[in-house]
Structures are given as C-alpha cells and as structure tokens.
C-alpha cells in the first residue's frame, strides 16, 4: 500500500510539475505574440516553432532563456520596449537587442528578471531614466546601455549588482555625481561612463570628484569616464587597480598634481589625463609604469617644471600645450622612432638629434619653442666677451636677431601647431590615436593615388579610399598639384587642418593625420562608409532604407555639432559651408559634419567681415548684402539641410513659393519624401514634425529671429508632450506659426 501511495503522489506531483511547465510556456508564447515586435501577419510567423527561431534559445524544457535580437537578420516590427511582458520570462538568462532602433523606457519589471545574466540594449533611441530595480538583477555580469539617450541619476541600487564584471553606461545624458556605490563591484573588469554630457548646456553632465571608492574595484581593467564634468583630484586610491590596462579620464575639469602612485599600474597600456587643469610637475613614474604603457597623453594642462631626465620608454607621448620649462632631455630619444608632442611649452636649449633629424625618422615633433643652438650660444658668449666692440654694433645684430625669432615664430604658428617635420621648407604630420601611419604605407595603400581608389571629387581636391596595412580604411583628401601653387586652396587648406586638430566631437569628422608638402598635401579622415548626405538623398535605394528616425537622427547629429562649434570651442567657430554634400554618413547612419576649408574663427572685438563663402542654395540671405560671418549664417544653413534631409530634395521650390497663401495651405505630408510610406508612430511623427518647426526657424529671415543652435539642440533633447493633430492635417502655415515655436521650446530670443 505504501508503495502504491508514492507512486501515486509522484504522478500527482509530475502532474502539476508538467502543467506549470505548460502553463509557462504558453505565457510566453503569448508575451511574445503580443508584444508586437515580431510581424505576426508573416506567413512565415509561427509561434509553436519560437526554439528554432535565430533570436531566441530555449532550454530543456522549451522555456526561452535568451532573446537575442540582430536587427539585420530579423528587424522588430514595432521596436518599443515597454511592448514586451518581462513578468512571464522566469527562465530568461540573455537579453541582447543592439542597433535596433528600439523606443520606449525601461520598464520596472526588467528588474524582475531573476535569472538574467547578460543585458545589452546599446545604441538604441531609449529615453527616461534608468529604473532603480535594475539592482535587483543579482545574477548579472554584463550591463551594456551605452548610447540610448537615458537621462538623469545614475542609480545608487547598480552598487548591489555584486556579480558585475562589465558595465557600460557611456554616451548618455546621465547628470549629477558618479555613486560612490560603484565602487562595491568587486569583480568589475570594464567601467566606462564616458561622454555622459551634452556640450554647452548646463546640468547634463557627471559633476563632482572621482570617487575614491573606485579604488575597490580590485578586477578593473577599463575605466574610462571622460568627456564629464568631473572636478577635484585624481584620487591616489586608483593605485589599487592593479589589473588596469586602460585609463581615460580626459576631457573633465581636474586639478591638482598627477599622482605618482599612478606608477604602480603595472599593465597599464593607455593613460589619457589631457584635457584637464592638471599642474605641478611631471612623476616620473620610476616603477612599473615606465615598462609597459604604450600611449600616455598629458597634453592641455598647466603641468610646469621640466621634462625628467628618466621620462620611460613610451611609444607614444603627448605633452602639448602645458607650462614645461627648460631643456629637451636626450632620454626623449628613447621614444625614437614613435611619437613625440611636446609643442606649445616654453622650452629651450638644443634639441636632441634624434628630433633634429627628422628627415630620416617616423618621429612626428611638433616645436613652438625656440631652440637654442650650442652656434648661436658661442655667439651669445662672444658678446659678452668682447666688451670693446662698439654698441652701435650690438644694437645692429640685436635687431636681425629679433627679426629673425619674429619669422621663426611666425612659421611654426602658420599651422597653429601642427606638426614640423620638414622636407624642402614644408610640413609633415601622420598619427593616429594608437600611434604613426607611416607615410610610405598611404602611398602603397592607394598605389600612389591611383584614380580607381578615387571616390569622390571636392572643392578643392579628391578623395581617395584607402586601406592601411592594420585593416584600418581611411579617407584620403588629395589637393592636385596644380591647386597647391593657388594661394587660396592652400589656405583652405590649412585651415581645415587647423580646426580639426583642435575639435573633437562624435558628429564632427575625425582628422588622423595629414601631410603638407610641396610635391603632395592631403589629409587623413575617418572613412565614412555611406558617404554625404547629398549622395544618399539622391539615391533611390539608399533613401528607401534611410527611414524617418535615421533621417530625424541625422538631423540632431547636425544640430548637436554645430552648437558644439557654437558655443563650446575656445574660439567660436562658424562652419559657412554647411550642406548635404558636406554631411557625411557611416555604417550606422551616424552623421558627422565635415569640410572646414572655409570655417572662421569668430573674434568678437572685430567685424568679421569677409567674403561670402558657401554652397549657393544655403547661403544665408544676409551674407549677399552685410558681408558679415556669424552663428546665424549656419543655421539658415541648417534649416535648408534639416528640410532637404526630411523632403528628399533640396527644398529651394517649396522655399520660394512660401510667400503664396496656397502654398502654405499644402499639407506636410504632400512635402515629406514621397519614396517613404508616411510614419504611423507617434513618437517618429512628433520628431519629424519638431524638426520641420525647427527648420522653418532657422530659415528666418531676419537673422536675430533665428534660433542659436545652442537653442535648437536644447529643444531636440527636451520632454515634448505628444500633439493632438494628424500629421494628415499640419499645413505649412502652421509650422511657421510662434505656437509651435513655443510648444518646441525654439521661441525667438
């Protein structure tokens, strides 16, 4: 009987245990059905199959314990993610969707998946702020939000994740203090909050100082929290990070000295402090450090004294634009053969040969100093001597003597710093981040500039595609050797050398490197695999695919680069060339504003008078009677590339017809690129409807009723209240009318 009793229990028991199983597997299959980011109106859609499905993995027992998303292979019909029941995924390990143009905030309920050990939602257009419940996932490792708009806190409860061995919250608009409570993750091996800012407002940015509970973070093997905010010291508890290969603190409000306990970092490989108020003198860092770092950056500070004797054997040093005094040390000769930058100091004295002759080295020297050579020294001595020798002579050889310096001085600005190595009078400068592009390699890489690596034919030059020996691809701006005798090109030249090297911002295209010589110039870009604007726009295949977020996204690249050159240089900066075919697009639909031939530093004491510059189309009205540069002439410009961007077409037809009470009675969806179906979500449509309010303020035409791009880029990133119209029903009229205006935060100053 006892044994009849068992086996019944356990049937009962084995009963109940396959109807939970059931019962949990058909609440996914309904969470998944419903969430609609799967087309369930393909013929192909079967639900019953989901284990077999590319984006999911099941276990066992056919519950799903990992959703991973490829957003190429399969795209999600409707990308929200709040659509999705998280409740229902007990089982759940992996929740993987990068790149998948997803919406939405972040549910609380992604906290209560109690299994997941891997959550990765980069790179997506997720809004709101991180949800505290997320320091409920005991289970996780991997924590990727990198670049999907989140604001506000970072939450203190991501201190509880004690399982965390990667954790990514850069590119955001998270503010205030970094938590102290990061510092309990013990096994955490890759920190970044970098770039958590948005250039010239106020409020969105990491503050405060570095907390020294960092120091904990015993696993550590990246930390980068750049491009913040951040002020106070360089806590010496960052010693204690014993397994750091990198560090990157660049780009914050830091001061203070550099602690020399940074040299017990003994596999630290790249150290990157530029960009700060650091002072004080430089560690010589007689540990470990000096073995193995491979690139240091200490460049834009206010470090003095003078360049160790013992400076280490680096691949790579950067110490630019500091207050370093004395002699160049012949230990620099160390870094032979690799990079040196140790222009804008006050150093003196002879230069060690090995950066004297650079004619026969890759060494890339930049000097604004004014050498001393042992020459002119026995001179200076034979002065002193030779006391007899009438003043009037003195006098004399004092006057050249400064003449000479003032010319001196004059050529080693005429670049505003960039590189002097000399070959017959000219200047030579590659690099990259990790070190040197040898020029020999630029030369192989395109067969000595062979026309079939040509891809494109600019004002004053073209461009070449190239691929460098480490897999790299770059693009290559060649000016013909005939341009290069043009006193004009050549000072377009420069200067678009001159402003790149000095800007650095995600939608402003990065210069390597560069090459000024009188038998070849050009210059080394990221390569941008979709190429300009102007180019997609006017491609019918390529238009298909660049749907309305990528193109709305476009356009806030834009505004976001523009208000950067605005209003968070040193010197303000007006592009005066914006437009579609100076826009260029990569692999991810990022755009980044490029071609600063004709840019101009604004100097507000003069009258920045010059003359008209530009792409006829976008010039700003003004400039063909006042002849006078600034801020406002770019935004005409953008308002002219937000609208082209959005119609498919440059917008000059719908722009001279605006004065006609019947055109501004046409609907907006009679204007919008026709080749797109029209959008049906709210969300996509409220943006395109911002940026069209937007353009239309840019395209003002008195130029003081226009917005700054400081102005527009605050309202791309502001909490809009969604609008009652049908996109059906918005006429152009009321697009340019002060409501809207007001009701995008883009009212006239």
């Known amino acids: ?108 309920e992604i906290g209560h998946l109690s299994k997941l050990t891997y959550l990765d939602l980069s790179n997506n257009y997720i809004e709101g702020q991180v949800p505290h419940s997320l320091g409920n996932l005991s289970m996780l490792t991997h924590l990727d939000l990198s670049g999907i708009y989140l604001l506000g806190p970072v939450p203190t409860s991501l201190g509880h994740l004690s399982k965390l061995t990667h954790l990514d919250l850069s590119r955001n608009h998270f503010e205030g203090r970094i938590p102290p409570s990061l510092g309990n993750l013990s096994k955490l091996t890759h920190l970044d909050l970098s770039a958590n800012y948005l250039k010239g407002l106020s409020n969105n940015s990491f503050k405060g100082e570095i907390p020294s509970s960092l120091g904990n973070l015993k696993q550590l093997q990246k930390l980068d ?69 491979i690139y240091v950056d200490f460049r834009h500070n206010l470090i003095s004294g003078q360049i160790p004797s013992h400076i280490g054997f680096y691949w790579s040093l950067n110490l630019s634009n500091n207050n370093l005094t004395g002699t160049i040390p012949q230990s620099l000769c160390n870094l032979f053969n690799y990079y040196v930058d140790i222009s804008y100091n006050c150093l003196e004295g002879p230069i060690p040969n090995c950066l004297d002759h650079m004619e026969n080295s890759d060494v890339c020297s930049f000097n604004k100093f004014q050498p001393w050579s042992p020459h002119k020294k026995n001179n200076k001595l034979k002065h002193i001597v030779v006391i007899v020798l009438p003043i009037l002579i003195i006098l004399v050889i004092v006057f050249l003597l400064l003449i000479c310096l003032n010319r001196h001085h004059h050529s080693s600005e ?68 005939y341009e290069a005798e043009v006193p004009s090109f050549d000072e377009s030249f420069r200067n678009e050398v001159r402003i790149l090297s000095e800007i650095k ?9 560069f090459c000024l010589h009188k038998r070849i110039m050009f210059l080394i870009y990221q390569y941008m695999e979709k190429g300009s604007l102007f180019s997609v726009l006017y491609d019918d295949v390529e238009a298909v695919e660049f749907n309305w977020r990528k193109r709305v996204n476009t356009v806030k690249g834009v505004a976001f680069a523009l208000s950067y050159l605005h209003h968070d240089c040193n010197a303000p900066i007006v592009h005066r060339d914006v437009s579609s075919s100076n826009i260029f697009v990569n692999s991810e639909w990022q755009a980044s504003v490029c071609d600063f031939g004709t ?25 063909a009677y006042t002849m006078v540069v600034n801020e406002k002439c770019d935004a005409y410009s953008f308002g002219v590339v937000a609208l082209e961007t959005l119609v498919g077409r440059h917008p000059g037809d719908l722009l001279s017809s605006l004065q006609s009470t019947s055109t501004r009675s046409v609907k907006l969806c009679q204007v919008l690129d026709q080749r797109l179906p029209l959008p049906n979500n709210d969300i996509v449509i409220r943006d395109i409807i911002h940026v069209v309010v937007v353009a239309f303020a840019c395209l003002n035409i008195n ?26 029903e918005i006429s152009v009229q009321q697009l340019m009318s002060e409501e809207l205006n007001a009701l995008f935060y883009i009212e006239n100053p």
């Open 505 to 513: 911002h995600k939608h402003i295209v990065k210069l390597y490197g």
């Open 599 to 623: 840019a101009r530093l604004l100097q507000y004491d003069s009258s920045n008078r010059t003359i008209v510059a530009g792409t006829i189309g976008y010039i700003a009205p003004e400039l």
């Open 1 to 108: 009987m006892l044994i009849a009793f068992l086996i019944i229990c356990s049937l009962i028991v084995g009963t109940q245990s396959a109807a939970t199983v059931t019962s949990q597997l058909q609440m996914e299959a309904n969470a998944i059905s419903n969430s609609g980011w799967w087309n369930t109106s393909d013929a192909r859609f079967n639900i019953s199959d989901r284990c077999n499905w590319h984006d999911i993995c099941c276990n066992d027992d056919g519950s799903i314990k990992a959703i991973n998303i490829d957003p190429w292979r399969s795209p999600l019909a409707t990308p929200n993610l709040s659509t999705l029941n998280y409740s229902t995924f007990n089982n759940l390990e992996r929740l993987v969707i990068r790149s998948a143009e997803l919406e939405g905030t972040m549910p609380n």
């Open 703 to 728: 130029p003081h009723s226009r917005p700054t791009m400081k102005r527009v880029s605050q309202s791309f990133v502001t909490e809009l209240t969604p609008l009652s119209i049908p996109l059906s």
């Open 414 to 481: 005429k670049l505003h710093g960039n590189s002097t190595k000399t070959k017959n009078g000219d200047m030579f400068c590659i690099w990259n981040y990790d070190g040197k592009i040898a020029y020999d390699d630029i030369i192989k890489a395109t067969e000595d500039f062979d026309m079939r690596y040509c891809i494109g034919t600019g004002a004053y030059g073209s461009v070449y595609k190239a691929q460098l020996p480490c897999g790299k691809v770059v693009a290559l701006k060649k000016l013909h050797g």
């Open 225 to 293: 929290i750049s491009h913040n905010y951040i002020e106070g010291y360089i806590p010496f508890e960052l010693r204690f990070l014993k397994n750091l290969t990198r560090l990157d603190i660049s780009h914050n409000n830091l001061k203070g000295s550099i602690p020399h306990e940074l040299g017990f970092l003994e596999y630290l490989s790249s150290l990157d402090l530029s960009h700060n108020r650091l002072n004080g003198n430089l560690p010589t860092f007689q540990t470990y450090l000096t073995d193995y770092v």
